[in-house]
């Protein structure tokens, strides 16, 4: 990334806003003339099934997109060098040079980066006036963050006349936008599951090839929920990066490239809470594969079984847990969930829960349904 507007400067871009200079043309009308067609790019929030912090462990995860998302709408802007964003939800907006976008931080950093980032990889931008509005919870992990990169990559692109043609590439652009400009080292697990998912399917991603291919979702009467512990969580500001640098840490030792190579004998060797990192990495790769078997077969008590593997594993050798989140999992269970879990990168957000024929909603409980994956609407 080019050290313009990177976040190792902040506070660089303190000149006054654009609208202070002298000139502007503010005839009413007229700038209406000069502006093209409004497009609008949604991008869907995405709830992992199974396969949790095995991304950047080059391992393998069984995400799918969800209804709910981000949604951004624009058009070319009245000044052809400036991209002006209204943040609807928040009532808040930002203003700033296409060419050097400069550093903000909060919601304002995710549209710096996407627009550096995506200069950086080759696409000519133009100028833009944006609106982001999105109905999937923030910090619930429910990955708002990626689905918020994605629809701005996808208007950004868009009102410039740019063809999205390798949405893996594009991928790997959205999480730098969140590992660069945002603080968080994410894998591409929330990337991917926005931008690839298809209706009514889970997305197997094997994260050493990026293989990726469609799983039927057939769940018959049964239900998937998601309900929030009232703990909010920020990766960048939990544990989440010290359990990124825990599995470097683990490779190193183990002389591997990633933890996809290890094995459960080995690691038994490592010091605590080394090895069990990757004994949650390695158990947690091989439930993806059995909970497609259980999907496959029809097996929802298995599939129950694997999400409650999945969780204790997260809770016990992965720590990502916290007593919010499990008083939720156990009010699942003696609700009649056939399992419960975690979701996203832990240390709070929420649980998913697969819930028998017939079982109550929960109180707060929100219903998923597996959607498509990002577009232009």
Known sequence: MPITGSPERPGRDERPGRDERPGRDERPGRDERRR???????????????????DYNDGLALPFAITAGVTVSGGPARRPRMISVEA??????????LVDPGYAPGWRA?????????????????????R????????????????????????????????????????????RIESEWVGAQTGLLDQLASLLSSWGKALRIDFRTLECRDVPL????????????????????????????ECRDACSRLGVHSLRDADLERAAQLPPPLDRRVRHVITENRRVDQAIAALTSADMGRL?????????????????????VEATVARLLAAGALGARIVGGGFGGSVLALLAP?????AGAMELVPGAGAQLL
């Open 36 to 54: 093209g067609p409004i497009l609008t790019a949604f991008a869907p929030g995405r709830v992992n099934l199974i396969g949790e912090h095995t």
């Open 218 to 245: 057939r769940l018959g009467e049964h239900r998937l929920v998601a309900v929030d512990s009232d703990e909010p969580r920020s990766l960048r500001d939990s544990g989440y990066n010290a359990r990124r640098e």
């Open 110 to 130: 995710f549209v710096r980066g996407a627009v550096i980032e995506l200069q950086s990889a080759g696409y000519a931008l133009t100028g833009a006036e944006l």
């Open 88 to 97: 609807a939800d928040l009532g808040e907006r930002d203003e700033f040079e």
């Open 132 to 175: 982001i509005s999105g109905d999937v919870p923030r910090r619930r992990g429910l990955s708002s963050s990626a689905a918020l990169e994605v629809a701005l990559c996808l208007a950004l692109l868009g009102i410039a006349g740019r063809a999205v043609t390798d949405r893996i590439a594009l991928a790997r652009i959205c999480s």
């Open 304 to 324: 129950g079984e694997l999400l409650n593997a999945s969780h204790a594993s997260l809770r016990d050798d992965y720590e990502v847990s916290t007593s919010a």
């Open 358 to 362: 017939g079982a109550p909603l929960p």
